[in-house]
Each structure stands twice: as C-alpha cells, then as structure tokens.
C-alpha cells in the first residue's frame, strides 16, 4: 500500500547516546505534529532508553506507566513521562539508591504532579466535557466470542479514573500509590514529601470522595462483553427497541469532542435523550464503519472505527444488577484516540 504524503517535512531525530531528547519531546506538545512524528518521538525515546541499561527499563516500564496513567488519565502524557523519567534516570550516579522501584516511581509521581498543574489550567478552556484518555485492549479480528476479551481486563475502571478527577493531586498519588500498587505507607510518605499520619488522612479523605463508585468491581465476566456484543447489533441495525431495553430510565452519557468533533457540550440525562442522540447520528449519515468489543480501563465497551481510523471509544457502567446500562463515557476527541489508531494497523 502507497504511503500517503506527510503532512510535515521529516524530523530530524538525535541518534546520540549521551544527548537528551527530552527537551524536544516537550516541544512536541505545544507544535502542530502530526501522529506520524509524535510516534516517531516516542520510538527514539524509547531506543535511546534501550541503549543504556534495558534491565530497569524492560522491568518497570509496565509498572510506571500504569502509574502514571492512573495519576493524569491520559495514555500519551503517561508514555512521555515515563521516557523522559528514564532519561534523567541514566544521568544519575545510583550508588547511593537502594530502592530502584521506588526511587523510579518517585520521580514519576512528581513529574505527574507538576503535569496535573498545568493540565487543571488548560482543562479551563476546554470545550464540553473533560473525560480521560482511554487505554484501550480490543482484537480486530474478533470473532463475536465474548470471552475473547476477558484475559484482557484489569482491576481498575474508567469509572474511576472519571472520578478521580475530583480528587487532588497529592491524594490522587496516594489512592493510586496505596490502593493500585500497595505501597507501604513509609514509601509513600518518602515519594510525596509527607508523614506517614498526614498520608493516611489523605487516603482517607480520598475514599470518602469516590465513595459513589459502585461496589460491583468490575463486571469482567461474559455477561458484560455480552451486552456490548448485543449494543453493537443494536446500533448496527438500528433497532432502538433493544437499545432501550439496555438503559435504565434515567441513564447519563458524558461525551467528550473537546471541541474537534461534534459532541454533547452537557451530559445526556435520561434513557430517551440517549435515544434520540444515537438516532440523530444514524440520520445524518454518521453510522459508523465497524464496532469492536473492547475493555477500556477495565471496563466492557467498544471501539467504533471508520476507514482504519478509531472514531471513537464507548464505555459502559453497568447497574448493580449488571444488566442493564447506567453510564455511558464517549470518546470522540482525535487527539484523545490517536494511540488507539497507531496500536494496531488492521483496523480496517
């Protein structure tokens, strides 16, 4: 297949072991760049990383990643401070650090501090409604088998990472540091620069405010990749009977455009509105090309493609009996679902 022009003259990458790319990679953020190069970054990043020691990169990478995600709810944020955190991290003498892991995750949750600052600022001028990344597992080849996609779960859902917007920063890294990673409390208290006490208050105090996140874990069974099967042939034969009966009355969806595409500036409240703002894309021509079940964040939902191109990311909250819908999160912002596209090239 002929590779279409790029949209930008080629960057010029730094091929040298003992220069730091990391300034360059923060420039990515603020110019135009196409996807193309934004991964191209990311692979220098990551084979300048590759060329000092692999042992710390390959063993933790995994770990402070998911951190990092779990702190900013953002996938290419998360990607960029962990590269960048291993760079720093092999111009440093380490004689003196006795806990690689926790030394690594310090400096990842401080990275992740310093971004949240900013990121709180410009979410000010964000256009409708503010939804995180979604970190998205799926088969393209998936053969209508639920259980296909089970293997793929995790233990944390995008219902939290929704609320854990409501947290601070300083008591995000705690929940994260203590309920994801099961750090212990004198770890915890080194990497954020706090007592032990004041750590646990802040624990505390983080709980009390997810405290509305239902007790249902996750409903990663067959049941739930079932219920997305059957949404996806409601939605694809337009039968509006069987995708009310998958609501409960008073349903919300939350979309996110961030003012790329068009989208609900407001939540939908209500299993009717819902309707007739699925209908209304159906009518206007913008059926989607396919629909894949998917796990996002943890949770059952779909990936909605078109012309090899991810269009946008559902996620479901199902109710307490796990049979009917309660929430719905839509993903439609590009920015947002690009790492989606560049994960696998057989969307279409």
């Known amino acids: 297949m002929t590779q279409a022009p790029l949209a930008h003259p080629p960057v010029r990458l730094l091929a040298f072991r003992n220069v730091s790319i990391r300034h360059y990679a923060r420039d990515v953020k603020s110019i135009n760049l196409s996807a193309y190069h ?27 990643l998911s951190l990092a995600y779990r702190m900013l709810g953002s996938v290419s944020d998360a990607e960029d401070i962990v590269q960048e955190v291993f760079l720093d991290y092999y111009q440093l003498d380490h004689k003196g ?26 979410r000010e001028t964000y256009v409708g409604n503010w939804l995180p990344e979604p970190d998205v597992v799926y088969s393209a080849n998936w053969t209508g088998d639920p259980a296909d996609m089970l293997e793929k779960t995790e233990a944390i859902t995008y219902a939290m990472l929704v609320m854990m917007e409501n947290l601070s920063a300083v008591e995000r890294a ?10 212990d409390y004198s770890d915890i208290a080194e990497i954020i620069g706090k007592s032990e006490a004041n750590c646990r208050k802040l624990l505390s105090r983080a709980r009390e405010k997810l405290d509305g996140l239902p007790d249902t874990p996750v409903f990663h069974n067959v049941r739930a990749m079932e219920l997305a099967g059957a949404f996806i042939r409601a939605a694809e034969t337009g039968d509006t009977a069987a995708l009310v009966g998958m609501l409960t009355e008073d349903a919300i969806m939350i979309s996110d455009g961030g003012g ?5 500036i407001f939540p939908i409240l209500g299993r009717e509105r819902i309707m007739a703002f699925f209908g209304g894309l159906a009518r206007k021509g913008h059926q989607p090309h396919a629909y894949i079940p998917a796990t996002v964040s943890g ?24 049979e009917k819908i309660e929430r719905i999160y839509l993903v439609m912002n590009p920015d947002k679902l690009t790492h989606v596209t560049n994960t696998d090239a057989n969307l279409s």
């Open 38 to 64: 934004k991964n191209k970054f990311q692979q220098e990043k990551e084979r300048i990383c590759l060329m000092h020691e692999p042992q710390p990169y390959e063993a933790y990478r995994p770990l402070l």
């Open 97 to 122: 650090i006795r806990h690689e892991k926790a030394y690594l995750a310090k400096m990842v949750t401080h990275r992740c501090l310093n971004e949240q600052q900013s990121a709180r600022k410009r």
């Open 174 to 183: 705690v929940f994260v540091l203590r309920e994801t990673f099961s750090f």
């Open 260 to 264: 790329k595409v068009r989208a609900a």
């Open 299 to 322: 949770q059952a939902g779909l990936l909605v493609h078109q012309d090899g191109q991810a269009t946008r990311v559902l996620t479901f909250q199902w109710d307490a009996s796990g």
